[in-house]
T-cell receptor
Framework: GENVEQHPSTLSVQEGDSAVIKCTYS??????FPWYKQELGKRPQLIID?????GEKKDQRIAVTLNKTAKHFSLHITETQPEDSAVYFC??????????FGTGTRLQVFP | DAEITQSPRHKITETGRQVTLACHQT?????MFWYRQDLGHGLRLIHY???????NKGEVSDGYSVSRSNTEDLPLTLESAASSQTSVYFC???????????FGPGTRLTVT
């Protein structure tokens, strides 16, 4: 069945460094790839998303890249700040499909 | 402002009791979803609906049921609560299938 693998499960970086989280999906028909940020005790919130007709998308300090051939996509956070500390989830879906989530990455940014 | 709400936010119940968690959205979204979140498992889909009178099973549907009688609400029922159903439950909605979902604030359920 459809599956999304996410790595690493935990990531610690120094403030100002970059952080990269990677996801791999199994269904080649997937065409929508959102990323969610979940702070402790809060709901997941969409921070950026990408569709399969685009290879890269940026929004200030965050960017997502997509490699359809390899079936993987990544979240890049530059100039990390303590408020970036959270759990990040990737997901994938196909047209008229359900979102399949990865298992999450706990990012800790140390001042 | 349009929003998605869940109630109760916290619930403690006993094994064997029936429990219903409410989800209400005011975006007029056709698509609604229920997830459970447990450490190490991320967000797992329980049930979902693509419109009134439509319901579908997700990957962890055993012991749960939903009904969709209007666009705004998708209540989740645990027929006979079990300790394994202790979890945080999130409801979500989306305007279009295969597009971004917006999550409710969550319900923390403890089954003793």
């Amino acid at each position: 069945g459809e599956n999304v693998e996410q790595h690493p499960s935990t990531l610690s970086v120094q403030e100002g460094d970059s952080a990269v989280i990677k996801c791999t999906y199994s269904d080649s028909a997937s065409n929508y790839f959102p990323w969610y940020k979940q702070e402790l005790g809060k709901r997941p919130q969409l921070i950026i998303d990408i569709r399969s007709n685009v290879g890269e998308k940026k929004d200030q300090r965050i960017a997502v890249t997509l490699n359809k051939t390899a079936k993987h996509f990544s979240l890049h956070i530059t100039e990390t700040q303590p408020e970036d500390s959270a759990v990040y989830f990737c997901a994938a879906s196909k047209v008229r499909g359900k979102l399949i989530f990865g298992t999450g990455t706990r990012l800790q940014v140390f001042p | 402002d349009a929003e998605i709400t869940q109630s109760p936010r916290h619930k403690i119940t006993e094994t064997g009791r029936q429990v219903t968690l409410a989800c209400h959205q005011t975006w007029n979204h056709n698509n609604m979803f229920w997830y459970r979140q447990d450490l190490g498992h991320g967000l797992r889909l329980i049930h979902y609906s693509y419109g009134v009178q439509d319901t579908n099973k997700g990957e962890v549907s055993d012991g749960y049921s939903v009904s969709r009688s209007n666009t705004e609400d998708l209540p989740l029922t645990l027929e006979s609560a079990a300790s394994s159903q202790t979890s945080v439950y999130f409801c979500a909605s989306s305007a279009r299938q295969g597009y971004e979902q917006y999550f409710g604030p969550g319900t923390r359920l403890t089954v003793t």
